[in-house]
């Protein structure tokens, strides 16, 4: 299923055995466009705390109910690392690779999360939790940069042949939990109009002067076909985008 992220935030992360919180943003891999993590901010239920949770661990969401099942229970979500969310979204954050779990496992040398773990009584990381172990050594080696949804958000986008609107929301894929689309708003170039951009046409992006360089001509990407945010999408208009660009698409 695809989602508008802007609408995945904010909906209730239901435990096992009751809700924990609200869903706050996510880290997400800029090599693969995959979710790393998701942020969880527990609110009243532990006043100020945002945990980090794997993927693997959440359930799809529920729409009408604005719900999204998280298969942990809350005392194992308390025990979750936790996270210092307006430092980390100043900067890049890196993890470490681990087996994936349906446990929440962690493993970094971040230290943001670093910080956050020794401050805890005994001033050293929480193990996890059993029957889960530590990968392999040769498994623990640095992960890629990952950032945060949030960050990107009004980034600009820069064609071959100039500036053509900004990043306003991502589509994300709730069966995978990989970024399929960034949505740009062309008004500060062409009102009117809203456009899905794959990652797959991303050359780089720009982090010091927030700029995502797409490998595509501003006209091209005008003639795209429209997208309507009120509207599903539909597998129709994935071909179609595609299509018209001339590139394949990554179900394919």
């Known amino acids: ?19 924990i919180g609200t869903l706050h943003t996510f880290y997400f891999d800029e090599e693969e466009w995959g979710v790393a993590y998701f942020v969880i901010d527990t609110g009243t239920w532990i006043t100020g705390k945002h945990v980090l949770v794997s993927p693997d661990v959440l359930g799809q969401p529920d729409a009408n109910r604005k719900r999204l099942p998280v298969s942990l229970t809350r005392e194992e ?11 980390a979204a100043s900067g890049p954050y890196t993890g470490v690779t681990h ?25 050293s990381p929480m193990p996890a939790p059993p029957p ?8 623990q080696v640095r992960g890629p940069v990952q950032h945060s949804s949030r960050k990107i958000i009004g980034y600009y986008i820069q064609a ?12 994300i894929d709730t069966d995978t939990w990989h970024i399929r689309y960034m949505v740009v708003d062309t008004k500060n170039w062409w009102p ?41 999408i539909p ?18």
């Open 1 to 19: 299923m695809l989602c508008r992220v802007s609408d995945l935030q904010g909906y209730t992360t239901h435990a096992i055995d009751g809700d």
């Open 77 to 87: 979500i308390q025990d979750c690392p936790e996270i210092n969310t307006h430092e």
């Open 99 to 123: 087996t994936r779990t349906a446990r929440p496992v962690f493993w970094s040398n971040d230290p943001f999360v670093l910080d956050s773990l020794a401050a805890r009584p005994g001033g």
């Open 132 to 139: 889960t172990t530590p990968p392999p050594m040769a498994e």
């Open 160 to 171: 071959r042949d100039g500036e053509m609107g900004h990043v306003e929301d991502f589509i």
């Open 192 to 232: 009117g109009k809203k456009v899905l951009v794959s990652p797959r046409w991303i050359q780089d992006i720009r982090w010091d002067d927030a700029h995502v360089m797409v490998d595509l001509p501003r006209d091209r990407i005008k003639a795209s076909p429209e997208y309507d945010p009120s509207k599903p």
């Open 235 to 252: 597998r129709d208009y994935e071909t179609r985008l595609h299509d018209h660009y001339g590139r394949p698409a990554y179900w394919q």
